[in-house]
């Protein structure tokens, strides 16, 4: 399975993007998905994720401002991305969950993309 993301690029504080993540194949529609980022020095951590039925599950900093969303049919996940601000800035990962349902925890997921960048200014 191979994840590819894009949508990343540079926006200034308080604009919107939206990011994508196409599985290669239909997998995907049977595990939950979800999004992570890593900021430059910092650990990767988790932003949200969408579960096979559409559930979803957010970050607290993600929380009113993001949503995820998901198109099994295109095996596809979104992540948009509304008022951002500079400390948004990072590589944004998608990835495949090992089960229908997963936390925020890297482990619980299989597959991974190779990344997009935004970039906030402010």
């Known amino acids: 399975v191979q994840l590819q993301a894009s949508g990343g690029g540079l926006v200034q504080a308080g604009g919107s993007l939206r990011l994508t993540c196409a599985a290669s194949?239909?997998?995907?529609?049977?595990?939950?998905m979800g999004w992570f980022r890593q900021a430059p020095g910092k650990e990767r951590e988790f932003v949200g994720r969408?579960?096979?039925?559409?559930?979803?599950y957010y970050a607290d900093f993600a929380k009113g401002r993001f949503t995820i969303s998901r198109d099994n049919a295109k095996a596809t996940v979104y992540l948009q991305m509304n008022s951002l601000k500079p400390e948004d800035t990072a590589v944004y990962y998608c990835?495949?969950?090992?089960?229908?349902?997963?936390?925020?925890?890297?482990?619980?997921?299989?597959?991974w993309g190779q990344g997009t960048l935004v970039t906030v200014s402010s």
């Open positions: 969408i579960n096979w039925s559409g559930g979803t």
């Open positions: 990835a495949i969950g090992a089960r229908p349902y997963t936390g925020r925890e890297t482990v619980e997921y299989r597959y």
């Open positions: 194949k239909r997998t995907s529609s049977n595990n939950a």
